[in-house]
């Protein structure tokens, strides 16, 4: 194994750990290729746990824990985990402290359930944090579609943001049913919040009972088995607007791929909706810097046109 240089994971950790951090947020990206030879690591923080994500082997555990640590002169963390998401099932173990089950992660003023180290995923997606702050401010009296909506992060925002009502999407029970607690933890009143647990292709008139959409997020995996490609199925669902939304309806969709990029969203939303806008990208969160943006987190802005819509076919 080689020896990598620590010292820009420390300067960072000691800037992040020099006041107190009640919200959730990424302390090291190293996935955004701009510290040579740690692209394979990546440090979180959901109070009070930090999250080491392992994508290879990490050489020196031990230099690095004594390094955060370190950097934590308030004394806010408790426990470390590490997690080999090289490794089958992506196994985590605790390397300091004390052993962590689910935690109330904050956001400013919204929570969220999540659960580090104990699947492959945490339960929330820290690199979205401005498109939650986005619909936050741009919600109020909003009838919003939430498709790929994993554990429902997004519809938490929007709800908080004076949405009047919300709809989940997602071909996951267990994850709708995580998004349904997620509501329930902001004190967000359930009869507001339609939950299709379904694949999104064979819910298409599900979704229309539920009126027109004046805000749709189609944050989709890159690849999600037997279900959803976005190599090949994004423009499936880009035709599928002008059912679905009302007039002059914002759609925000969402493409983290080394091989597709904005520019491939920008494409197909204007074959599918010419009439339609596109308004621009929007921030990712700046700790998720990337030295090359296009094959990271891209998140597109469009407006659909201010006239009738067309029936779902």
């Known amino acids: 194994m080689t020896v990598i240089n620590l010292d820009a994971i420390e300067k960072l950790a000691a800037n992040f750990f020099a006041s107190d951090q009640s919200d959730a947020r990424r302390i090291f990206h190293g996935r955004g290729h701009l510290f040579p030879g740690l692209e394979h690591v990546c440090i979180d923080w959901f109070r009070p746990l930090v999250l080491i994500t392992a994508h290879a082997e990490i050489d020196d555990i031990e230099g690095l824990t004594e390094i955060l640590l370190r950097a934590d002169e308030l004394k806010q963390i408790r426990t470390i985990v590490l997690q080999n998401r090289f490794e089958r099932s992506a196994p985590a173990r605790t390397i300091y402290g004390e052993a962590a089950g689910p935690l109330v992660a904050n956001e400013g003023s919204l929570r969220f359930d999540v659960h580090p180290g104990t699947q492959q995923n945490t339960g929330l997606f820290l690199d979205m944090r401005c498109l939650r702050g986005w619909l936050l401010e741009n919600s109020l009296d909003a009838n919003v579609l939430n498709l790929f909506a994993y554990t429902c992060s997004l519809s938490v925002a929007a709800l908080a943001g ?18 349904e607690a997620n509501h329930t933890l902001n004190r967000q009143d359930l009869r507001y919040v339609q939950s299709v647990p379904h694949n999104l292709f064979k819910s298409w008139g599900k979704m229309k009972q539920f009126g027109r959409y004046d805000i749709v997020v189609i944050d989709p ?28 309806a914002k759609v925000i969709a969402t493409i983290n791929s080394p091989f597709l990029s904005s520019d491939y ?13 596109y308004l621009g990208e929007m921030a990712v969160a700046p700790e998720f810097k990337d030295k090359y943006p296009q094959r990271g987190l891209n998140i597109c802005l469009f407006e659909m046109p201010d006239f009738g819509n067309r029936s779902v076919s």
Request: with cysteine.
């Open 221 to 248: 995996p890159m690849r999600q088995r037997g279900s959803f490609d976005s190599a090949k199925n994004y423009g499936a669902v880009m035709k599928k607007l002008h059912g679905l939304c009302a007039p002059g």
């Open 162 to 179: 004076g949405a009047r009502s919300v709809t989940n999407v997602d071909m996951s029970k267990t994850s709708i049913k995580w998004g």
């Open 265 to 277: 969203l920008q494409e197909l939303f204007e074959k599918h909706n010419p009439e339609g806008a």
